[in-house]
């Protein structure tokens, strides 16, 4: 039996200022000297932009690796493209990973293996995934599903206390 999923709604605005709060802390690592920005798709991509602007950080790559599942259980990781050969030199020193979530940090384990020297950044950690990222912004519970802004409509969201009538 799973977990009561909790839900946890992120605006644009919520994901913009969580993304610019973790380009804040990583302004001060690596002396600001990143090589370039290696983002998961499809989740890093949105924070990639918005850190890139604000380290000033113009390279860009990105990796991207799926996992085949029914939302209650995660399947095989497949890596669907590589990261550019040129930034895995050096074990990826001087790069920073960006994506939006590390929730069971399988995908991070896939991506630190390609770049075992690159810090590793993420805006929302879980505590399964946790382990795997080097700096993050806000930890959520691991039955929390959150929901990006780029996932949502506007729609009626009913009260919290309606969920938790018996």
Request: proline share 5%.
């Amino acid at each position: 039996m799973s977990l009561p999923e909790k839900a946890f709604p992120v605006s644009w605005d919520q994901f913009h200022r969580d993304a610019r709060a973790l380009a804040w802390r990583l302004a001060g690592l690596n002396g600001g000297q990143w090589k370039a920005i290696v983002c998961i798709t499809r989740g890093g991509l949105v924070p990639a932009a918005i850190i890139s602007r604000e380290l000033g950080i113009r390279v860009i790559e990105t990796v991207s690796v799926a996992s085949y599942h029914d939302y209650t259980s995660q399947g095989e990781l497949n890596v669907l493209k590589e990261v550019t050969p040129s930034l895995t030199e050096n074990d990826g020193e001087n790069v920073l990973i960006v994506d939006d979530l590390t929730d069971t940090g399988k995908t991070a384990a896939v991506v630190r293996a390609m770049l075992p020297k690159a810090h590793f950044a993420a805006v929302y950690a879980k505590p399964k995934g946790k382990p795997m990222v080097d700096t993050y912004i806000t930890e959520v519970s691991q039955d929390t599903w959150i929901y990006f802004p780029w996932d949502m409509g506007f729609t009626y969201q009913k009260p919290i206390s309606e969920d938790h009538r018996g």
